[in-house]
Nanobody
């Protein structure tokens, strides 16, 4: 079982930056593909970014490519999402998620491929 806790959300003006963190429990964090998803009011949960267990390969949604950077520190059981040039349309609850298949080469963009979820952190971008 993996427990995930997000932090770092808040209110920021358009063009600003935020850094989200995801703290994971357990000794197998370093073997899991991890992802960030977001859900805005009235919308479906959508993929934001993913990072392979080794940290060497990443994937991004087109809407955030070039503005967001996903990273992880396996020694600290931490994952991060650096968000720059934020836009009002980035406003959502952001969730971190873990795929429990160890050492997977797949980085799914589908939320139902992930097995463990955090409680979410609110990001609000004002215009």
């Amino acid at each position: 079982q993996v427990q995930l806790v997000e932090s770092g959300g808040g209110l920021v003006q358009a063009g600003g930056s935020l850094r989200l963190s995801c703290a994971a429990s357990g000794r197998t964090f370093s073997t899991y593909t991890m992802g960030w998803f977001r859900q805005a009011p009235g919308k479906e949960r959508e993929f934001v970014a993913a990072i392979r267990w080794s940290g060497g390969i990443t994937a991004y949604a087109d809407s955030v490519k070039g503005r967001f950077t996903i990273s992880r520190d396996n020694a600290k059981n931490m994952m991060y999402l650096q968000m720059n040039s934020l836009k009002p349309e980035d406003t959502a609850v952001y969730y971190c998620a873990a795929d429990q298949e160890r050492f997977s080469s797949v980085m799914s963009r589908s939320w139902d491929s992930y097995d463990y979820w955090g409680q979410g952190t609110q990001v609000t971008v004002s215009s």
